[in-house]
């Protein structure tokens, strides 16, 4: 297998499999070359945005190891995508060198990322020690290393062979003036930056303000459910993303891309934000079944809301392996929201108003607000109120049995202006009631209402 560039009218080869390599294919060599030594070979064409996508993926996970992430992509004088951690600072928080290496080493594999690593005292070392398999940081090892595996420029890296170096050390051996008159200023700087006497002048990976991703699939895809598996690896990666930038999201919206019709837009909405790889499959698995495909898919795009900073539960500790409802019940509304639709659902909240006809209302897309402590009323309300009131008689009234009351409500004085005594009482089939009299009615024995049944 051959992963080939086209720049201009020729095609080059960026890389090559094992089986390839050991027929004398080489990186940077002419596709008509290797076509001459390996005929069979599969070709895929290069794409930076799906590298570019990639490594921004990676990056944002390797922050759960370092706060100090450089990556580079493939160019003429890289030999592949290349991703620097600085973890000297998180030795001691993951039990020193050799746990932290082993827990980033099941990390891409289960990412299914091929790796080399290598460690040095400089990222331009640590590069360098990446190229022979060598991962001891000490400078004897560095003097050691051979030419070609310096961050050096293909013109100077035969100019210093023509010259007869071979390791590190023969240059680092030079006066500055004399490496600076036959070689330039260059080779000066960065041999320097390989020894940490200069800054190492790499840009560091910053966390976007949104998450934003792309990926091409093998083949079209006619159908939703076929879509599942590959929105199941997508959302594993961007999991990952979100844990390692201790980010969560609220709201995802997904471009299935088709060949000849304009994209399909699946927006996801979700209750409470989450980093939550299971979760997002589910509801997108509820969305889609709602979703007609208007063709066969051949991409799909990812952009996700604001980031904002993950919540964590300070008394996770003492709560482990006890359900949680908090945790349970956003993930069904989610799912109710996404095979309903998102006006099915609907949110009753509790204003800050006595008046029992204002004591709830319905929001479309906002949760409700926490209730406080010290808001609201002792006393016990019905979950059945009539609307409106019933007037109570005479006869009816007088056969009731009084509990309890009064409670006066006197609130609204902006606009309906009530005021009422409410009484819980038993009527004679055994209910309870919940009356209030009407002190603004101007007979007071005809101004008895029914309110509410409690049972």
């Not at 570019?52 to 944002?60: D, E, H, K």
Request: some cysteine; overall charge positive.
């Amino acid at each position: 297998m051959l992963v080939v560039e086209t720049i201009g009218p020729r095609q080059r080869v960026v890389a090559a499999n094992r089986m390839a390599r050991s027929h004398g294919v080489r990186r940077g060599m002419a596709l008509a070359d290797a076509r001459m030594r390996l005929p069979e070979a599969a070709l895929h064409e290069r794409s930076r945005a799906a590298e570019t996508a990639a490594m921004t993926r990676l990056a944002g996970w390797a922050w759960r190891y370092s706060s100090q992430i450089h990556w580079a992509i493939q160019d003429q004088d890289i030999e592949c995508a290349r991703l620097i951690i600085e973890i000297g600072a998180s030795l001691r928080l993951f039990g020193g060198r050799r746990p932290l290496l082993a827990a980033i080493r099941d990390d891409l594999k289960w990412m299914h990322y091929a790796c080399r690593a290598g460690l040095g005292d400089t990222p331009q070392a640590a590069l360098a020690f990446s190229r022979v398999r060598r991962g001891s940081p000490d400078a004897a090892a560095l003097a050691t290393l051979p030419v070609a595996c310096l961050d050096l420029d293909t013109a100077t890296r035969d100019t210093l062979a023509a010259s007869g170096f071979r390791q590190a050390g023969e240059l680092l051996a030079l006066p500055p003036s004399t490496l600076v008159r036959r070689f330039g200023k260059t080779p000066l700087l960065y041999l320097e930056q390989l020894r940490g006497r200069r800054p190492h002048g790499l840009r560091l990976y910053e966390r976007p303000p949104r998450y934003r991703t792309h990926h091409e699939l093998i083949g079209a895809v006619e159908s939703t459910a076929g879509l599942i598996f590959t929105l199941r690896r997508i959302f594993a990666e961007l999991s990952v993303f979100l844990r390692g930038t201790d980010c969560a999201l609220q709201t995802l919206r997904l471009s299935l891309v088709h060949e000849r019709r304009p994209a399909t837009r699946v927006t996801l909405r979700l209750s409470a934000p989450t980093h939550d790889a299971r979760h997002l499959e589910r509801v997108a698995c509820e969305r889609l079944e709602r979703v007609t495909l208007a063709a066969p898919v051949t991409e799909i795009g990812l952009v996700s809301d604001r980031l904002r900073p993950a919540e964590h539960r300070q008394d996770a500790f003492w709560h482990q392996g006890e359900p949680r409802a908090d945790a349970t019940w956003p993930g069904v509304l989610d799912r109710l929201r996404a095979r309903l639709g998102p006006q099915a659902v609907r949110w009753l909240d509790a204003p800050a108003d006595h008046r029992p006809e204002q004591a709830s209302i319905e929001r479309d897309s906002e949760p409700p607000r926490a209730a406080l402590d010290d808001d609201g009323d002792a006393l016990p309300r019905p979950l059945w109120l009539l609307d409106p009131p019933e007037r109570i008689g005479p006869e009816a009234l007088d056969a009731m049995h009084w509990i309890s009351g009064p409670e006066r409500i006197e609130s609204g004085w902006w606009d309906t202006g009530q005021r009422r005594d409410y009484y819980r009482a038993f009527d004679p089939r055994g209910r309870l009631l919940w009356v209030f009299r009407d002190l603004n009615a101007s007979d007071p024995a005809a101004g008895y209402f029914l309110h509410g049944l409690f049972g």
